[in-house]
């Protein structure tokens, strides 16, 4: 199906698209790297001050290269927007390369992408220790890293999970942008001790004893078993368990810099409790997900209609045929959807509502954009609404089908503002997602 018949619109001619890449001292991957985006009409490097080969490589491949000293990750990206002149802005760091599937889909985008069409997600595959690695890496792991420039900007208080947020539902494409997360072990404690230490100065230590616990010991311990059984990490093997370990070890290491070392904390930095810093921001129209087997499919499906009439991203996870649920490492058609939207909802079908499979259906739509609610109909996901993190399953909170789409609305702004405002919660509360 043509891109522009996914949102309604009319095609237009072809779009110019700026590769935007930030960079230090990589001069051993940069060049693969660069080959992998050749077929952009620009290509913006912004170096943060390297002392090896890496601008001279930029040069050579015919890219703009521009010194920038180093500001941090958003500011950084920021700057190399702001140098850029093409309609569309694709990011990549040195360490990733454009597979030819993906190439092919941001080919077609800029062919018939609608006006009303301003970010594309696209899967993210990772090499580990020299293989693909999927579920254990939460494949398909989307993001927000094809987008027409001027519609966003990255959120320059956040060291490191600057990521764009996603404002309406995204057009998805296919093909995977391939990530060498990392060669060897000695490469991923590194990566490790990095992000924990960035991130430790952006968060207020634990105040007590007991939330020290949880935030060290205990949400890492759960995050480890629902990502290897939940998730089913346990497929990638030991590259698997090795991966969730060394994340679940950096979640524990972010709050043991933060206890013993508060005094690294950024200068003029906004600092976060557990929950702001595990979790993500919820911005643009709200998200309602609707849960329903196939006996209750059409009433719900003629509410959340309403629903996205008016404007609300709304999507349905129901019975559906066989063929149709999650694979093993999440790149079914559920994971890579973009066909079966009836009046603006989207319809994931699952062969059916066990625990696992809708779990899964969750964690893929809050990589999508942030759900802000989710609506159960029937009793028989009571299993999954028990084991799902409150990130990718956030109570209803009162909404129900019927409701209108300005009363959904309404809640939802509600929400939004207590968690912005933190309004309950703890500095060191120990929330977020899995």
Same mark, same amino acid.
């Given at each position: 199906?043509?891109?522009?018949?996914?949102?309604?619109?009319?095609?237009?001619?072809?779009?110019?698209?700026?590769a935007?890449?930030?960079?230090q001292n990589?001069?051993?991957?940069?060049?693969?790297?660069l080959?992998?985006?050749?077929?952009?009409?620009?290509?913006?490097?912004?170096?943060?001050?390297?002392?090896d080969?890496?601008?001279?490589?930029? @040069?050579? $491949?015919g890219?703009?290269?521009?010194?920038?000293?180093?500001?941090?990750y958003?500011a950084?990206?920021?700057?190399?927007?702001?140098?850029a002149?093409a309609?569309?802005?694709?990011?990549?760091?040195?360490?990733?390369?454009?597979?030819?599937?993906?190439?092919?889909?941001?080919?077609?985008?800029l062919?018939?992408?609608p006006?009303?069409?301003?970010?594309?997600?696209? $899967?993210?595959?990772?090499?580990?220790?020299g293989r693909?690695?999927?579920?254990?890496?939460?494949?398909p792991?989307?993001?927000?890293?094809?987008?027409?420039?001027?519609?966003?900007?990255?959120? @320059?208080?956040?060291?490191?999970?600057e990521?764009?947020?996603?404002?309406?539902?995204?057009?998805?494409?296919?093909?995977?942008?391939?990530h060498?997360?990392?060669?060897?072990?000695?490469?991923s404690?590194?990566?490790?001790?990095?992000?924990?230490?960035?991130?430790?100065?952006r968060v207020?230590?634990?105040?007590?004893?007991?939330?020290?616990?949880?935030?060290?010991?205990v949400?890492?311990?759960?995050?480890?078993?629902?990502?290897?059984?939940?998730?089913q990490?346990?497929?990638?093997?030991?590259?698997?368990?090795?991966?969730?370990?060394?994340?679940?070890?950096?979640?524990?290491?972010?709050?043991?810099?933060?206890?013993t070392?508060?005094?690294?904390?950024?200068?003029g930095?906004?600092?976060?409790?557990?929950?702001?810093?595990?979790?993500?921001?919820?911005?643009g129209v709200?998200?309602?997900?609707?849960?329903?087997?196939?006996?209750?499919? $059409?009433?719900?499906?003629?509410?959340?209609e309403r629903?996205?009439?008016?404007?609300?991203?709304?999507?349905?996870?129901?019975?559906?045929?066989?063929?149709?649920?999650?694979a093993?490492?999440?790149?079914?058609?559920?994971?890579?959807?973009?066909?079966?939207?009836p009046?603006?909802?989207?319809?994931v079908?699952?062969?059916?509502?066990?625990?696992?499979s809708?779990?899964?259906?969750?964690?893929?739509?809050?990589?999508?954009?942030?759900?802000?609610?989710?609506?159960?109909?029937?009793?028989?996901? $009571?299993?999954?609404?028990?084991?799902a993190?409150?990130?990718?399953?956030?109570?209803?909170g009162?909404?129900?089908?019927g409701?209108?789409?300005?009363?959904?609305?309404?809640?939802?702004?509600?929400?939004?503002?207590?968690?912005?405002?933190?309004?309950?919660? @703890?500095?060191?509360q120990?929330?977020?997602?899995?």
């Amino acid at each position: 199906m043509p891109i522009h018949s996914l949102y309604g619109g009319e095609p237009v001619s072809r779009e110019s698209i700026a590769a935007c890449l930030i960079v230090q001292n990589e001069e051993e991957r940069l060049a693969d790297a660069l080959s992998s985006v050749a077929f952009c009409d620009e290509i913006i490097v912004v170096d943060g001050g390297s002392t090896d080969r890496t601008r001279a490589i930029a @040069e050579a $491949a015919g890219a703009t290269v521009l010194l920038n000293p180093w500001p941090g990750y958003a500011a950084q990206r920021n700057f190399a927007i702001d140098n850029a002149r093409a309609d569309w802005i694709l990011e990549l760091d040195a360490d990733e390369r454009v597979s030819n599937a993906l190439r092919a889909s941001i080919e077609e985008l800029l062919e018939g992408a609608p006006a009303e069409c301003d970010l594309a997600l696209f $899967a993210l595959r990772n090499q580990f220790l020299g293989r693909a690695i999927g579920p254990a890496a939460k494949y398909p792991a989307y993001r927000a890293r094809l987008f027409r420039r001027g519609a966003y900007r990255h959120d @320059e208080s956040r060291s490191v999970h600057e990521g764009i947020q996603a404002r309406a539902r995204p057009l998805i494409l296919k093909g995977d942008l391939e990530h060498l997360l990392a060669s060897s072990l000695r490469e991923s404690l590194i990566d490790v001790w990095r992000y924990a230490r960035l991130e430790s100065g952006r968060v207020d230590p634990p105040r007590r004893i007991s939330s020290a616990a949880r935030a060290i010991l205990v949400r890492p311990a759960a995050k480890y078993a629902y990502r290897t059984l939940i998730d089913q990490g346990w497929r990638d093997g030991w590259r698997g368990l090795l991966k969730i370990a060394l994340d679940c070890a950096s979640d524990a290491l972010v709050w043991i810099l933060a206890l013993t070392a508060p005094q690294a904390r950024a200068r003029g930095v906004p600092s976060s409790s557990a929950d702001q810093h595990f979790g993500r921001h919820h911005a643009g129209v709200p998200k309602v997900i609707a849960i329903c087997d196939a006996s209750a499919r $059409a009433p719900v499906l003629d509410w959340l209609e309403r629903l996205a009439a008016a404007g609300v991203d709304a999507a349905l996870i129901t019975e559906g045929q066989p063929g149709d649920e999650p694979a093993a490492d999440g790149s079914s058609s559920t994971a890579r959807r973009a066909s079966w939207r009836p009046n603006g909802v989207e319809l994931v079908p699952l062969k059916r509502l066990g625990p696992i499979s809708l779990l899964r259906a969750l964690d893929v739509e809050d990589q999508i954009r942030s759900i802000d609610a989710v609506v159960v109909v029937g009793r028989r996901v $009571a299993c999954a609404r028990r084991l799902a993190p409150r990130s990718i399953w956030p109570r209803a909170g009162g909404i129900r089908v019927g409701m209108s789409a300005a009363q959904v609305s309404k809640i939802i702004a509600a929400r939004r503002a207590q968690r912005a405002s933190g309004a309950g919660l @703890e500095a060191a509360q120990v929330g977020g997602s899995a």
